[in-house]
């Protein structure tokens, strides 16, 4: 989504543990990282990258058009901001616990300048053999036609690994994070790969709390979607926890349930998978 | 993390901060005399427990008394209820309000539509979702964009589309800007009013509940003592890990990272008729120490058998293994593990493990299937 082999990346955060730590695992994967983030470390080189105070002089210096942030919570919304205000196309925030109200402000800045947000607290995005940008196994599987969009990290490395297993391609592998609220939402990204050209199936991995994936079930109604959607939904056994008040139920109509997710998706046609390993024999029924 | 659940009274609390209005109330902490707080308050009075349940009407945690000695036989028989793990944790007494009318009313985050909403209706009370539910047409929603805030003449708009009139149009919009003003000055996710009651003498905020966006408790000081006060020992040494963490009915101790992960693997489980006893979401990038203590904190709870299960992204397989080691050497005593790892440095985890002579699956299935035959 808003990536390609060819993009520029700069980590924001290179020189901390995890920072610098997954920029080797991002350039062992073949991502090419342009430059490094650090205030005050301006100057230093990490794993043979350059490190700016600024994103903007990243920008400048190096033409970085995509950015991975790795720096810890409390910097993180104003992390995001810099990298808005510096035009970079893509932004990918790995940190988790953005505050709402920051990411309420930092959507409707990206929204305005029309660049694009993902996460924060997510694994990041995969185009398989081409590039990675994120924090998610580099083995999990190769590149293909089935797109792979998640909610959840540690639970979608799982199904693409099973993809990947069972020797089926995946065109992108996006996971949208698991902040209240997210740059890019399950629909932004399901809308993205129903239309993009090198997708001709999308595997949806949903859970429990929210109504997103309901909104996913009506755009594949509204959109008259016709691609195969194989979707697995999490969270069937959890027991009904502590609800958000009434205002929940009353904004999306349901209280975000595994089953009615699950009644939703399949009313539109959507195939739901029992089990995460169900996935890829469904999805090679329409390959 | 935790979701942060104002009680009535601690919303209320807020509510008196910025003016809501309030009938006369009372509120008696766990411990402190009832007797000795009970005699300057008027009866007949309405007694309230303040738990963290639904539906305290039905559960008989909510009644009206007539005179203070039914008061205080009341207030100290609550102090002795429990509903689950729930203790009440205080009472709070309120003078009854004289009810013509009830309403409902809140700001509350829509998270997919990342927006807050204004939502009222002039049929309040406790079955507000049954309203939602068959009679939408009844429920007013306003979007707020947070750059313009609430603004003034929405408000008005709601308060006349409820029915209101004359004085009670300015008091009924004033109410709802002054929710605003909370929902933005304590980071609420969601603050609540139901019922809002219309008397003779105007308007009363009756019941109220306030949900806070744990996101932003760093600078929210007011935030981190309630917190702290309402979490149970083991959730406070989750809490101070940073791990999510529910206490669940089953037997199996769970270890794992990424919360739709651990759920699928409770999933997976009772389809294999076996249950958690907890969920326990490690949190990605766990270091030495976090894996440690996340242990320990299962170990307490006395598990048949802990299953760790980790698909390291950030987390990394070499870091859980030596963890997993450490907390062996502390306690020779442990349950019987069943571990399974993957992804980042997943050769070198599993390699630490081998060699100190502990299994370790790459596959969660095969995993399941060994812990089936440890519970037996």
Redesign the interface.
Known sequence: MHISENSRVVVQGITGN?GK??TQ?MQEYGTNIVAGVTPKKGGQEVLGVPVFNTVQEAVKERGADTSIIFVP??FTSGAVLESLNAGINMTCC?T??????D???L??LAHSKGLHLIGPNT?GMLIPDKIKL????SDMCHFGTVATI?????????IA?ALGNADVGVSAYIGIG?????GT???EAFDYYAKDNGTNIIVL?G??G???EE?VAAYIEAQNVNKPVIA?I??????E?????????????NVGTAQGKIDALSAVGANIA????DIPDMVKQHL | ?F?I?LLEYEAKEVFAEFDLPLVNRLVITRGENVEDKLTQFNFPAIVKSQI?I?SRKKAGLIKIVQTREEGISLCKDYFTRKVGTYEVEAILIESLAEIKHEY?C?I????????F?L?ASAEGGID??EV??TR?EA?I?ENIS??EGLKEETARSVAERLGFTGDLVDSASDLFLKLWKIT?AK?A??V?I?PLVLTPSGLFAVDG?M?L?D??V??QTTIQELQKKKLTDLEKTALQFGFSF?E??GQVGIL??????T??L??????HGLAGMN?LDVG??ADRDRVYEALKLIFTMKPKAVLINI????T?CDVVADAILHTLNEFPDAPPMVIRL???K?TEGVKILNDAGIDAYKD??AAVEKLKGVIG
């Open positions: 995890q730590f997954h695992l919570a409390r790995i988790e616990g953005v505050p709402v109200l990411m309420l402000r959507v409707e694994p994120g924090i998610m196994p998640a909610k959840s990290g540690t639970l979608s490395y799982e690994k698991g902040d209240p609220i997210r939402t399950l629909v991995i859970e429990i929210g109504d997103e909104k697995y999490a969270g069937k056994s959890a027991p926890g502590k609800r958000m008040g009434h205002a929940g139920a009353i904004i999306s109509g029992e089990t995460p390993w | 993390m979701t659940r963290a639904g409902y809140s509350a985050l829509d998270t997919s539509g990342r927006q909403v939502i507000i979702e939602a539910a939408p429920i929603k947070l750059t933005t980071e996710q969601l609540e139901n509940k949900i966006d996101n932003a760093f600078r529910v669940l009915d794992a990272n990424g919360a739709g992960l759920m699928a409770l999933d997976v489980l009772a389809q969920f990605g990038g698909y390291g992204g950030i990394r993957t992804g980042t997943e969660m299935m």
